[in-house]
Every structure is written in structure tokens, then in C-alpha cells.
């Protein structure tokens, strides 16, 4: 068998062993195609202004690494 087949396999036994109702409406929904979210305009503006200064570097950004160190640093602490 291959990976994917055994994925497909794996994801079918944990849906019919859940028997939470919010889990598999989530399922179903996300093989539905996903919920679509809409945003108000202001939403947007807002969204793009973060995206805008993240991209001029105003604002700091850090890898994963980065962040689990400092995490790990901050919990040790």
C-alpha cells in the first residue's frame, strides 16, 4: 500500500471512531470544500496593512527556530 492510500485509511478509521458531532461537521465541511470567510472591507485594509508592514520589515519577523528558542528560553526562565 502506498502512503497516501495508507493516510486515506487512517483518516477514514479516526472519522468513524469520532463520535463528536462539531469534529465531523468540521470534517465534512473541509471535503466540501471549506468554509468561506468573509471579511468587511475594513478587515482587509487591515489585513493588507499588517501584510504591508511585515513585507517593509517594520515589523519584526522570526523563523520557527527562533521561536521555539525563545519560548524554550522564556519557559526555563
Do not use: N
Amino acid at each position: 500500500m502506498g502512503k497516501l492510500t495508507e493516510k486515506r485509511i487512517e483518516l477514514a478509521r479516526r472519522v468513524l471512531d469520532t463520535v463528536d458531532a462539531r469534529k465531523l461537521a468540521m470534517v465534512e465541511e473541509a471535503l466540501d470544500g471549506g468554509a468561506v470567510q468573509d471579511f468587511t472591507p475594513a478587515q482587509l485594509r487591515g489585513f493588507k496593512a499588517i501584510r504591508d508592514r511585515i513585507r517593509s520589515g517594520a515589523v519584526p519577523t522570526y523563523s520557527l527556530q527562533d521561536v521555539k528558542r525563545r519560548a524554550k528560553k522564556h519557559l526555563s526562565a
